[in-house]
């Protein structure tokens, strides 16, 4: 079955940073347009970032821009997402999604906590 | 950045009754609009793609329609398993945005 898996989160500092891993597995990553979504705890889905099948066109969130990268390892297979200058607000799950005509599959999501 | 606005943010519904659940886009959309299910503890579940196309084992009772800037999602006949939220979203600008969400709950 098609599936991503997420993996990284965890409890950080204010001011630190994580990395967060997605393997994709029964496709080829670098075919398809990827992109991270995060929740907040009890709140709705926000969009984070982009990456295009070219690898060259990468997109973010105002609220991420400057302090997160996505990129990804054709040779692994998988995607990532820096994050630096963690905040508070950073706290949710993220999701790491592959888009088609929609976004499809999701991954089960890793939580990132942001706290002192 | 185009805002989806969901409405109701709660609908109270019975099981067997029909629901009409709509998304209003600040801005054109044209076709690429996609609706979301989400359960508790659970991923999000692509349900509706570019407005009115069914996703892969999403079952007939589900269907979308609009254009523009005005789109509904309806799902007839409620089962048990469909009480959940439900998100739309935009990917025609950036930044992609989904709206806030409709709550549909049993009545």
């Known amino acids: 079955d098609v599936q991503l898996v997420e993996s990284g989160g965890g409890l950080v500092q204010p001011g630190g940073s994580l990395r967060l891993s997605c393997a994709a597995f029964?496709?080829?990553?670098?075919?398809?347009?990827m992109n991270w979504v995060r929740q907040a705890p009890g709140k709705g889905l926000e969009w984070v970032s982009y990456?295009?099948?070219?690898?060259?066109?990468?997109r973010y969130a105002d609220s991420v821009k400057g302090r997160f990268t996505i990129s990804r390892d054709t040779a692994k297979n998988s995607l990532y997402l820096q994050m630096n200058s963690l905040r508070d607000e950073d706290t949710a799950v993220y999701y790491c999604?592959?888009?088609?005509?929609?976004?499809?599959?999701w991954g089960q999501g890793t939580l990132v906590t942001v706290s002192s | 950045e185009i805002v989806l606005t969901q409405s109701p943010a709660t609908l109270s519904l019975s099981p067997g009754e029909r629901a009409a659940l709509s998304c209003r886009a600040s801005?054109?959309?044209?076709?690429?609009l996609a609706w979301y299910q989400q359960k508790p503890g659970q991923a999000p579940r692509l349900l509706i793609y570019?407005?009115?196309n069914r996703a892969t084992g999403i079952p007939a009772r589900f269907s979308g329609s609009g254009s523009g800037t005005d789109f509904t999602l309806t799902i007839d006949s409620l089962e048990a398993e469909d009480f959940a939220v439900y998100y739309c979203?935009?990917?025609?600008?950036?930044?992609?945005?989904f709206g806030q969400g409709t709550r549909l709950e049993v009545k």
């Open positions: 979203h935009q990917r025609i600008n950036w930044p992609l945005t």
């Open positions: 990456i295009g099948r070219s690898g060259d066109d990468q």
């Open positions: 801005q054109s959309v044209s076709s690429y």
């Open positions: 029964e496709f080829t990553l670098n075919t398809y347009n």
């Open positions: 570019d407005v009115s």
């Open positions: 999604v592959r888009e088609a005509a929609g976004f499809d599959p």
